[in-house]
């Protein structure tokens, strides 16, 4: 049995998610078995599973040369460019 | 419309179905590992839906005015109406896969064809059922091949399971008088149609599954007449000791 | 609750100066997620504490199953299989959450079926009668839910996230065992003697559930510091029986405890001494069912080998074509 990670998209419209894991043997049944613990309650309209050996991680060690930078780009955030009162709703 | 008719023939899939799922449900907590018991259990709540949706239509056109549950709990083994293949004996994990494909491949017929019952309320649980059946079917189907094609130990369980079972399946199409009326009014499909199809799919899975079918076997019948195996009375025994014991009580 | 047994793990020689920063996010309620620094003995802690909570769910399904095939109605036969369905799913939940911090289900397993890993103490005690599946909705669910509500904000990551999806599904499993003890206490005289029989046995074992004082246990202040318990035993049981007896009296049921008292200065229930050798008895292996949930479950394993086998194999001649 492999170790399999599950993602949901709850309604159309929305994302996958990651919910959580399940061993399966193959894709087939990851994707069977990933339906009925994950969609028991209508949660989901699509499913996705990957076996967790196939999925590469940032390394949280480097996080901060990663994903600190965008702290000072202040000029990607919408906020930074006020825009006039009659404007304002972009 | 042949009421009488249709509530035999109501009682006959309510029975089958309510039989099919309390085997089903005596693998809570013993699957074979965790996830299939969800799956298991998920086909027995299935099934129990349809049951329950079967037995309140039969309920409601009862002469006696009775309930889903009078009718669950309250007959005994000589009125209840399903093929003895479901009354069986839960029996290993191969003997459960196979039974189920047998039996889910029969639904998605069945149901297939019930959508287009001349009887609306049978259309239109049909129509609900199907759904799920056919998620069933794909289950079962898979799981004879895993275990037809996989290893030595797999594929002699499931031989034996073919060889127990195989001569319980004609039974699924058995008719009498009251579904030969139901089948001239296209409130039910031709069983013996039903049957040539269900043979062919089942030909075509059992010879990829390079299974070898029985040659010869005692032929299951009697659950239309209410002659069943041994099994069943244990079944209702346990099924239905409370009612039973307590008569008359609210739960 | 599901560190019933837990001795402090051992810790590693980590630099004071990883601690300290871990303790910081702790204290700033930051997640912690699967790959980020831990200490030694935090991981250790929450697998023990996460893959026991798995084992209970998965053990729980066998007092309950028990009753499946013999439910009084359609109704009831269904909303049992699908509470039972539930709690398998809840494990699994818990099983994938723990995965993550770096032990096997094949390794979790296996410490259930030797008796290392310990589950939830309720679940050795049998279900002998129909109004056991109220009392254990009502009470069982009912203490797990006081239990469960808190660790939806538990510092670990994927356990916090298991636990907000289980809370969303154990209200219905609460209220389901509520009503069935309402409708026997409201039923015949035979029915609500079941109900009462059936309080009369499950209460103090749940009551023994949030186990024992932890005043003294440096253990549950360590949890309590890396956010992975969020309330003492004590304050969870005491919270339990203030909104439990109520309920009881709605029903006209009486809790069996002489010494249960309401008191109007501290604005909580007095209630009676606990019997601990019996808890001790049966978190150790001595209890009326552990035994034979053990054996269930050893069985299953077993039984289920060349079904496992067969899926593998399967698989492997496949890609292979």
Redesign the interface.
């Known amino acids: 049995m492999k170790l399999y990670e599950v993602f949901i998209r709850a309604k159309s419209g929305l994302n996958h998610r990651h919910v959580g894991s399940l061993h399966a043997a193959d894709s087939h049944m990851a994707l069977q078995n990933a339906r009925d613990v994950y969609t028991r309650r209508e949660e989901g309209v699509s499913i996705w599973v990957v076996e967790a050996s196939a999925i590469s991680a940032s390394n949280p060690e480097q996080a901060e040369s990663w994903f600190d930078p965008a702290i000072d780009k202040v000029y990607r955030h919408p906020t930074f460019y006020p825009l006039d009162k009659e404007v304002d709703n972009m | 419309m042949n009421e009488a008719a249709i509530y035999h023939y109501l009682l006959r899939l309510a029975d089958t179905s309510l039989t099919q799922s309390q085997r089903l449900a005596e693998w809570c907590g013993h699957g074979p590992f965790l996830e299939e018991d969800i799956a298991l259990t998920n086909v027995a709540l299935d099934l129990l839906g349809h049951a329950k949706m079967l037995y309140e239509q039969a309920a409601e056109i009862s002469e006696q005015q009775l309930s889903a549950d009078d009718l669950a709990f309250l007959r005994d083994v000589s009125e209840f109406k399903n093929p003895l293949l479901t009354e069986l004996p839960r029996g290993n994990f191969a003997f459960t896969i196979l039974k189920q494909y047998f039996v889910d491949q029969f639904h998605v017929l069945l149901y297939s064809a019930l959508r287009h019952s001349m009887y609306a309320p049978l259309a239109h649980i049909a129509e609900k059922a199907l759904k799920e059946v056919n998620y069933h079917l794909e289950r079962s189907h898979g799981w004879c091949l895993r275990l037809s094609l996989s290893t030595e130990q797999a594929k002699m369980k499931i031989q034996e399971a073919l060889d127990d079972l195989y001569f319980y399946t004609p039974e699924l199409f058995e008719s009498d008088a009251y579904l030969d009326d139901l089948q001239a009014q296209q409130i039910i499909p031709d069983l013996t149609q039903l049957q040539a199809d269900w043979q062919q799919s089942v030909d075509v899975l059992l010879a990829e599954c390079q299974l070898n079918v029985p040659k010869k076997g005692w032929l299951a019948t009697g659950g239309l007449r209410g002659e069943h195996s041994e099994h069943l009375g244990y079944m209702l025994a346990e099924m239905q000791f409370l009612q039973r014991a307590y008569p008359g009580c609210q739960w | 609750m599901y560190s019933q047994g837990l001795k402090d793990a051992e810790g590693g020689q980590e630099p004071a100066g990883l601690l300290k920063a871990f303790q910081a996010r702790i204290d700033k309620e930051e997640k912690i ?1 699967p ?3 831990m200490p030694e003995a935090y991981r250790q802690t929450l697998i023990r504490q996460m893959s026991q909570h798995a084992h209970s769910e ?1 053990v729980g ?2 007092p309950e ?1 028990n009753w ?11 909303i049992l ?2 509470k ?3 709690e ?2 809840h ?3 818990i ?3 723990t ?1 993550t911090l770096g032990i096997t ?1 094949t390794k979790m397993t296996e410490q259930l079926l030797s008796g290392e890993a310990k589950y939830s103490s309720i679940f050795n005690y049998p279900t002998p009668s ?1 109004a056991d599946m109220g009392a254990i909705g009502w009470l069982v669910d009912g203490a797990a839910i006081m239990n469960q509500v808190p660790l939806c904000r538990a510092s670990y990551g994927p356990y916090a996230r ?1 636990m907000v ?1 289980i809370c969303k ?1 154990e209200s219905f499993h609460q209220r389901q065992g509520y009503d ?1 003890m309402t ?2 206490a ?3 005289a ?2 609500k003697k079941m109900a009462q029989d059936a309080l009369n046995r499950f209460w103090w074992p749940a009551l023994m559930m949030f186990g024992p004082s932890d005043k003294d246990s440096t253990h549950s202040a360590q949890s309590m510091k890396w956010k992975i318990k969020r309330f003492s035993n004590d304050e969870l049981r005491q919270k339990f029986i203030d909104a439990t007896v109520p309920q009881a009296e709605h029903l006209g049921l009486t809790i069996p405890d002489e010494d249960l008292k309401w008191n109007e200065d501290t604005g909580h229930y007095d209630f009676g001494d606990i019997d601990w050798q019996e808890f001790i008895n049966v978190i150790k292996g001595y209890g009326p069912c552990n035994k034979e949930r053990l054996r ?1 479950r050893q ?2 394993h077993d ?13 492997q ?2 890609a292979q074509l």
């Open positions: 997620e790959r980020d620094w998965i399904q066998l199953g499946i095939t013999r439910a009084p109605t359609l109704k009831r036969k269904m299989l699908a039972v369905q539930d398998a799913g494990g699994l939940y099983y994938s959450a995965e289900r129909w298991a999806r599904e069935i409708s026997l409201r039923g015949s035979a029915q269930a069985n299953a039984d289920g080998a060349w079904v496992r086998e067969a899926a593998e194999v399967y698989q001649k496949k």
